[in-house]
């Protein structure tokens, strides 16, 4: 029977802010759309680094040094991968969370109780779609961690080059998303046991609804990578979906545009968006439902040092089955628009 996590604790604190004065939302509100910019100008920092060391060196401006020498000292010290912050989860990340959950509206359902899931063996998240970012991961992620995980988030090479967001992704527990650093995750114990992977990953960002708004694009036809690590190192899958995490934005960006090409060339995403009030690359997120759901878990034989290509095929349309299933089970619970809605892989060269 699937969980609506109704018992746990963060729940019944969002419950009882929810329920109460609504201006009692305002810090949490607040904390969503701090944590919420910077997530989605994160990429920009690259792009303001010429700007900021103009104006530290001709016009010496304080904040503009400042900035740089932060920028300059974080890129200096090492990171260490994968590393939890509990201080960080418990003074930003949770009060954040509540705002978002609170704003949207968000929920989460588990298929599967958090508290089923085995500490001897290990899981990776799968989660749909990717969207701006992967707006629905500290909802789950806040329910895992209750059951004493420390989840973590498998994020793409070149965002830990990027100074300071590689700072705030390091106590956010995220590794990189190589195949090495990976199959390394999935062999951790408890309490890290538990990997999220975006499967879609920048080529999803670019997918939103079929033409006819009646099918929900999203990248996993083509990408089996996930199930030949899960084939090699024995973990099981969860399958994951976000509804609702392609109605916050509207998208200008789409496929086929030039900031896909771009992307694609550069290998990092390049994205225009408009936001609740049409404003370019805007922090005001529409205010849609979402709901989080995980479903219950992929199982995969022992371990394989070589799986063959017959038994990836297999597992993947296990997986794409999950998926649909996933959608289909749950899309009627955002309304009747959603009831009409069905799941659609690419079908396009999905490489980026």
Known sequence: MPSDQKSSEFHQRLLSIRNGSKIWWTPYLCAFLVLHTFFIYANFIPMLSPILLYFAIVHKSI??????????????????????????????????????????????????????????????????????????????????IEQGFEPLLAGADVVFQIPLVRRLLQVHGATRVTKTEIKRSLARKFPQNIVTLAVGGIAEMFCEETPDGKGEIIVAKRRKGHIKLALETGASILPCYTFGANQFITRISKRGSIFEKVSRKIRASIFLWLDAFYIPFGFI?????????????????????????????????????????????????????????????????SKI
Request: hydrophobic share 40%; aromatic share 14%.
């Open 285 to 349: 997120p529409k205010q849609v439902p979402m709901l989080v759901v995980v479903g219950a878990p992929i199982e995969f034989p022992d371990k394989m040092d070589t799986p063959s290509q017959r038994q990836i095929d297999e597992y993947h349309e296990k997986y794409l089955t999950s998926m649909t299933a996933l959608f289909d089970k749950y899309k009627s619970r955002l309304g009747p628009k959603w009831s009409a809605k069905n799941l659609v892989f690419e079908d396009f060269d």
């Open 63 to 144: 904040i503009a040094i400042i900035a740089v020498i932060l920028c300059v000292v974080d890129l200096l010290m090492p990171l260490k991968l994968p590393y939890y912050s509990h201080t960080f989860h418990e003074w930003i990340i949770t009060p954040a969370l509540i705002g978002k959950m609170l704003y949207f509206p968000m929920d989460v359902v588990f298929e599967v109780d958090p508290s089923k899931l085995s500490k001897e063996k290990n899981y990776m998240v799968c989660i749909h779609p990717h969207s701006l970012y992967g707006i629905g991961y500290e909802a789950y992620a806040q329910y895992l």
